[in-house]
């Protein structure tokens, strides 16, 4: 273990392990000494610069969503299938599925969902006319892309891997049926 890295840098790689681990794991499943394993820190100096686990917690999971489509709205349902597959290949854990799995075990559940509330649902429903009936098809669409997330993600459904353009012709189609209402 490293125990001369600069703060900065150990700091970055802490809560890099954190929110890798809490995502993977849930927040229940982490302690110090993974996250610290993980960075490659000893656990004394994840304490030192990241906290409690709790603080770890709260500035790891901070839900960045990526931004939406720049599309017409006629193609939107498909497109944002295709960026989920596609940071599902990129990325450890894809958003949506990481605020699914934050939000579960979470020891501030709420703090998650107004993240959740204010990444994904206020610019959707912006973006599908701002009013009640947008909000609804906002909230929609967020669901069918959590479970496509959750499945790809969480059970490892391998034929959602193994054959992506079909699952964005088909799932973008039901995912527009949503967003046109």
Do not use: N
């Amino acid at each position: 273990m490293s125990h001369d890295a600069a703060p900065g840098t150990s700091r970055q790689a802490i809560l890099a392990a954190a929110a890798e681990l809490f995502a993977e794991r849930g927040y229940d499943q982490v302690t110090i000494r993974d996250i610290a394993a993980r960075a490659a820190l000893s656990p004394a100096m994840v304490m030192k610069c990241g906290g409690s686990k709790h603080e770890l917690f709260l500035q790891s999971a901070r839900i960045i969503p990526p931004p939406l489509p720049d599309v017409p709205r006629s193609e939107l349902g498909p497109r944002l299938v295709e960026e989920l597959l596609s940071r599902s290949q990129r990325e450890a854990v894809e958003p949506l599925a990481r605020a699914l799995v934050l939000r579960l075990s979470a020891p501030d559940p709420d703090s998650v969902r107004q993240q959740f509330i204010a990444g994904y649902l206020e610019p959707l429903t912006e973006r599908l006319g701002g009013d009640a009936d947008a909000r609804l098809r906002a909230e929609l669409v967020v669901a069918a892309l959590t479970g496509l997330a959750a499945a790809i993600r969480v059970f490892d459904t391998p034929a959602v891997g193994a054959r992506p353009d079909e699952v964005v012709r088909r799932y973008g189609a039901a995912v527009q049926q949503l967003i046109d209402r």
